[in-house]
Each structure stands twice: as structure tokens, then as C-alpha cells.
């Protein structure tokens, strides 16, 4: 049976919430299979984030890893296509820690791309009525360490990838963009089901001029 590993993150920078945790949830809570779907929500920490993303690799075998965070600032449900190896954090993370300048992994590759097809799933969330495109950056935070950590644990012929999500309109900071909550759930079912479904990705030109 196809086994998918959806993760999460727990708030984060003083919010009282993280929209990607609560969506996961609620994927949870709605799914009907026919995959085995495990979800977790993981700490927005260094340290701990890898050592638990990798055991639960290890002890599940997922045959998907889709991990998912908050890009505050965002307006779109952006599919990642790229994790670098590096840890520079501008806040300290939830244990306190603030790696600059370090290796995800030390002796790893400088980078590895998503083996989700991004641009399915960018394309399969727009089609459902929900903004979303292919990002380049997922940043050097704990996001970033969390994608590098998922390509560099997953076994050869296993899609993995990682998905930054807006703030939830419930919840989002005066001014910032956002979607309701129920959106950001239902685009990451999408997600999920376009990464079980779509081995080949699309074509189509997309990429950023700056
Ligand atoms: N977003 C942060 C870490 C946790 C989260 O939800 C990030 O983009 O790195």
C-alpha cells in the first residue's frame, strides 16, 4: 500500500498559530484513502525537526513526503523546487538555537530539487481555485532544513518535497495576505493527491526573473 508522510510545523515567532499544522490536521481528520496517510506536526526547531522527520522515515517508509510550513508574507500556496544546504537563522528557533552559516548536513550536496512534480501541483491547486505557484527559495530556517532533510533521508524512487503555505485569514497579521484556513487545508489534499498521482511533471515554462 502507498504510505504518505505529511507533516507540518507547530507556531513559531510569537503566533499563536501555524496554518500549516492546523491544515495537516484537518487533512487527517477528512482523509479517505485509499493511501496510508500519516501526519505529524513538527517543532519549529533545528535539532529536533531532522531527528524527528528522519525517524519518522525510517519507522513509516513513506512512499510521499510532502512536509508543509507557514511563508508568512506570502500570498500563494507555493510548491518548493529547491533545499539548499544551509542553516541561517535570522530568529532564534523554538529551542532557542540559531545556526548561521552551517550545513544542513555536513559532506552533503550543496542542493537537492523536489522529486514531487512541482509544477503539477502548482498547476492542480490553481485549477481548483486557490492561488498558488512554484517557488524557488524555501528559504535557510528551519523549512529549508526540514525539505534538505526529506531528500537526503528518502530512498531512491521516493517523491519527496515541501509546500510554504500564506498565513490563514483567521489568523494573519493586519495587512498581510492571506487565505482562509479551510483553502490551505483543501489545497494540501491537493497537493498530496497530485504527488501520489503525477509521477512525470508538467513542462510548461515557469522559473522567476529575479
Ligand atoms: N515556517 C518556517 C519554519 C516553520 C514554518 O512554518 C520556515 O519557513 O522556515
Not at 504518505?4 to 510569537?14: D, K, N, Q, S
Not at 513538527?42 to 528522519?54: G, I, K, N, T, W
Not at 519518522?56 to 510521499?64: Q, S, W
Not at 537537492?112 to 492561488?131: H, L, N, S
Request: proline share 9%; aromatic share 6%.
Amino acid at each position: 500500500m502507498t504510505t504518505i508522510l505529511l507533516t507540518g510545523f507547530e507556531p513559531f515567532a510569537g503566533d499563536a498559530t501555524n496554518p500549516s499544522g492546523d491544515s495537516v490536521n484537518t487533512v487527517a481528520a477528512g482523509w479517505r484513502g485509499p493511501e496510508r496517510l500519516v501526519v505529524e506536526v513538527l517543532p519549529v526547531a533545528f535539532d529536533a525537526a531532522a531527528a524527528r522527520l528522519r525517524a519518522l522515515i525510517a519507522v513509516h517508509r513513506p512512499d510521499v513526503i510532502v512536509a508543509t510550513g507557514l511563508a508568512g508574507g506570502r500570498s500563494q500556496i507555493t510548491p518548493e523546487r529547491v533545499a539548499i544546504n544551509l542553516a541561517d537563522a535570522r530568529i532564534p528557533d523554538n529551542d532557542g538555537a540559531q545556526p548561521v552559516d552551517l550545513p544542513v548536513v555536513l559532506g552533503g550536496p550543496a542542493a537537492y530539487f523536489a522529486t514531487i512534480p512541482v509544477k503539477a501541483v502548482a498547476a492542480a491547486v490553481a485549477d481548483a481555485g486557490i492561488p498558488s505557484a512554484v517557488s524557488y527559495s524555501a528559504g535557510t530556517f528551519v523549512c529549508n532544513e526540514v525539505m534538505f532533510t526529506a531528500l537526503d533521508a528518502a530512498s531512491p524512487g521516493v517523491r519527496a518535497g515541501f509546500v510554504h503555505v500564506p498565513y490563514a485569514r483567521e489568523d494573519a497579521p493586519a495587512g498581510a495576505p492571506s487565505l482562509p484556513l479551510a483553502d490551505i487545508a483543501r489545497a494540501l489534499e491537493i497537493v498530496v493527491r497530485t504527488c501520489v498521482a503525477v509521477v512525470e511533471d508538467l513542462s510548461t515554462p515557469a522559473g522567476s526573473l529575479h
